[in-house]
């Protein structure tokens, strides 16, 4: 089921460090089945001017998201209390981490280390999945 999600409901997804960003997002799915084989970049589809995404996991420990970003899309700058780590599967996206920016392509994967400031811009149209670990401690070294 589709549904615009509310400011209240970006700042409980992402943390509540996060601004309310000034752009369309839809959360098309709630929690997928946990035993079938999944396409993760067939399980979002592309917006025109949107971000839109498809929750696989949300447990209290973490979540597992696909996104897609039309071209342009992006989410400001936030910190968040737990580390994140995106891959992203279509397209390319610049992602900035601790204010040095990472061009980011299909196949590649950057870390967003908790309490770290990032952002996330869609260069080209772009789809990634979000894993975050609600998980606060020392890093291991």
Sequence with gaps: MDYTLSVSGIT?????????????????AREES??????AAGLVAYAEGSVVSRTLINRDTGSVTVFSF??????????????ALVHVLDGEAEIT????SHRVKAGQM??????TPHALKAVERFKM???L???????KK
Excluded: Q, W
């Excluded at 950057?110 to 309490?115: A, D, K, S, V």
């Design 129 to 131: 999945t979000l894993f």
């Design 110 to 115: 950057i870390l967003m280390p908790g309490g």
């Design 12 to 28: 409980e997804f992402l943390g509540p460090e996060c601004p309310a960003n000034m752009m369309t997002y839809r959360d098309v």
């Design 70 to 83: 039309d071209k342009g899309e992006s989410l400001s700058e936030h910190t968040a209390p737990f580390d």
């Design 34 to 39: 946990m035993d079938e084989v999944l396409d």
């Design 97 to 100: 981490v601790g204010g040095v």
């Design 133 to 139: 670990a609600r998980i606060k401690g020392p890093a």
